[in-house]
C-alpha cells in the first residue's frame, strides 16, 4: 500500500507497521493464545478500531467487532470476509478463535529503560517460562515511526516458541527519548545498546543472542553485527545498496513491468537521478537541473507511470514549495551509504530473507551481491520468496494495487530455525535458498 503524504512516504514503511492512531494499543485482548492441538495465535493491535491475528504459518487476517461481541475476519489486508470469528475472555485469558478454545500465553516480562547514544530508550525483554536458557533475538527497528513495544507482534510469537525477544522503542518513538533518526551509525550504536540489556537481564537465560532487522533494518543490523559480537544477524527484506540505488532499481523494476522500453527507462532514470540530487542535498541544490529534466520529458506517454521510491513524491512540486516540504524530511538518511564494505568485513552469520516481487526494497541486485559475498567465504545465507513482497507477504491483484493476503509461507520458522542454530532447514514454502560455502 503506498502512503500518500509526503514525509511519510520517504519512511520505507513496512507493510506490517500499523498508524499511530491506533486505538487497541493496550486491549486487553492482545497476547498470544494456544488453541486446542497446540497452534498458536496471536491478537496484536492494528490501526482504527480492528485487531489483527497471525499463525505462525503466516496465515492473517484483521478482526472487525460484530454487535454480538464476536469478532469476525476478513483475509489477509483485503476487504473479503474468510469466515473466521473470534471471541474473547480477558478475565480468563482465553479466546475461542475459528472454532477452537486457547488460552492466553504466559510469559517472563521484564520493562526497562536504558541508554543508548545520548537517549534513554524503553525496551522489553520477553522469555519464555521457565529457568532453562534460550536464543535470544533483539528486534531492530525499520523506518517506522511507531512504538516497537506496542505493535511488534514478534515478540509474543517467538517466545511462544521458546525463542526470547527484546523489543525497544527507536529513539523519537513510543516511550524512548529523543529525536527520531535515519542516522544509520546513531542507529546502530542504539542496536548495540538494546543487545547488551538484553544480555543483562536475561542473565544466565542468555543462550544464543543476535538481531533480527526489517527494510531499514537491513543497513542498521550489520553495522551493530560488526560493532560488538554477537552469534546471528537476520536481515528481512532489506538491501545492500544504498538508497538512492533503492529508488533507481524500483523505477526500473516498475517500468519494465509496466512494458515500457530500455530507452523510455533510460530517460526515466534521468528524472528520478535529478530527483534524487535534489533530496541528497537536503533540498539546497540541484532544482535548475530537475526542472529542466522534467520539462524535457513531462509529455512523453511513460511520464505518468514514473514512480520510483520517492521519486514520484517530488514531480508535482517547484523549488519553493521542494524546499519548505524538505524541512520536515531533515532525519539524518545517509542517502548514499554504501553497505558493501560492511558486509565485506561481517564474520556474523547473516540471514537475508527477501522478497522476489518487492517493489519498494526490489532484491535482484541485493541477492547478487549476497551471493558475491558467500563466494568469498563469508558466513551468509540468502533466501528468495517468490510471490513475496515487502514485508515477505504474498498478495493478490485489485484494481491494478497489490493487496497482502498472508506471510510467505515458511518465512517465520526459517527465522526460528536460524535463531537456534545459525543453520536452516531443506525447505521453507517455495523459497529459493543460496547457502554458505
Known amino acids: 500500500m503506498r502512503v500518500p503524504a509526503f514525509a511519510l512516504a520517504l519512511l520505507l514503511t513496512l507493510p506490517f507497521a500499523p498508524a499511530v492512531q491506533a486505538g487497541t494499543v493496550g486491549d486487553c485482548r492482545v497476547g498470544a493464545y494456544r488453541l486446542a492441538g497446540g497452534r498458536v495465535v496471536d491478537i496484536a493491535p492494528t490501526d482504527g478500531d480492528t485487531l489483527r491475528w497471525r499463525t505462525f504459518d503466516g496465515e492473517t487476517g484483521a478482526l472487525h467487532a460484530a454487535a454480538d461481541g464476536r469478532w469476525t475476519s476478513t483475509f489477509g489486508w483485503t476487504d473479503r ?21 486457547g488460552k492466553r500465553i504466559a510469559f517472563n516480562q521484564t520493562e526497562t529503560r536504558f541508554p543508548g547514544r545520548g537517549v534513554d530508550l524503553a525496551g522489553r525483554l520477553v522469555l519464555p517460562k521457565g529457568g532453562g536458557r534460550v536464543p535470544i533475538v533483539v528486534l531492530v527497528h525499520g523506518s517506522e515511526r511507531d512504538s516497537a513495544r506496542d505493535f511488534y507482534w ?39 545498546a538494546a543487545m547488551r540489556e538484553a544480555r543483562r537481564l536475561a542473565g544466565s537465560r542468555a543462550g544464543r543472542v543476535g538481531y533480527q532487522g526489517g527494510s531499514q533494518g537491513g543497513w542498521v543490523v550489520p553495522l551493530a553485527a560488526n560493532r560488538a559480537p554477537v552469534d546471528f544477524a537476520i536481515i528481512s527484506f532489506g538491501l545492500a545498496v544504498t538508497v538512492l540505488e533503492e529508488d533507481q532499481q524500483e523505477v526500473v523494476l516498475e517500468m519494465t513491468l509496466k512494458g515500457h522500453s530500455p530507452q523510455d527507462i533510460a530517460k526515466a532514470l534521468e528524472v528520478a537521478r535529478a530527483a534524487e540530487a535534489v533530496i541528497a542535498s537536503g ?33 508535482p512540486y517547484d523549488k519553493a514549495q521542494l524546499i519548505e516540504k524538505g524541512q520536515a524530511l531533515k532525519w539524518g538518511t545517509p542517502w548514499t551509504y554504501e553497505p558493501m564494505p560492511t558486509l565485506e568485513a561481517s564474520t556474523t552469520p547473516q540471514l537475508w530473507a527477501l522478497g522476489a516481487d518487492d517493489f519498494e526494497a526490489p532484491s535482484a541486485m541485493t541477492s547478487d551481491r549476497i551471493r558475491s559475498l558467500q563466494a568469498k567465504g563469508l558466513p551468509f545465507t540468502l533466501a528468495v520468496f517468490p510471490k513475496a513482497e515487502h514485508g515477505l507477504t504474498e498478495y493478490e491483484m485489485k484494481d491494478g494495487m497489490r493487496v497482502s493476503t498472508r506471510y510467505a509461507p515458511g518465512y517465520l ?17 517455495g523459497a529459493v535458498i543460496d547457502r554458505p560455502n
Open 81 to 101: 470476509p474468510d469466515g473466521k470469528a473470534a471471541t474473547f475472555s480477558c478475565a480468563k485469558g482465553r479466546i475461542t478463535f475459528d472454532g477452537r478454545t
Open 154 to 192: 514478534l515478540q509474543r510469537m517467538l517466545p511462544a516458541q521458546g525463542i526470547g525477544v527484546f523489543v525497544y522503542d527507536k529513539r523519537g518513538t513510543g516511550g524512548s527519548g529523543g529525536d527520531y533518526s535515519q542516522d544509520f551509525d546513531l542507529l546502530a550504536d542504539d542496536a548495540v
Open 283 to 315: 533540498f539546497t541544490s540541484g532544482f535548475d537541473e530537475f526542472d529542466a529534466v522534467r520539462a524535457k520529458y513531462r509529455d512523453e506517454p511513460w511520464y505518468k507511470d514514473l514512480h520510483g521510491n520517492f521519486t514520484w513524491l517530488l514531480l
Open 413 to 429: 520458522q526459517m527465522m526460528a530455525d536460524f535463531i537456534r542454530t545459525g543453520r536452516i532447514g531443506p525447505r521453507y514454502g
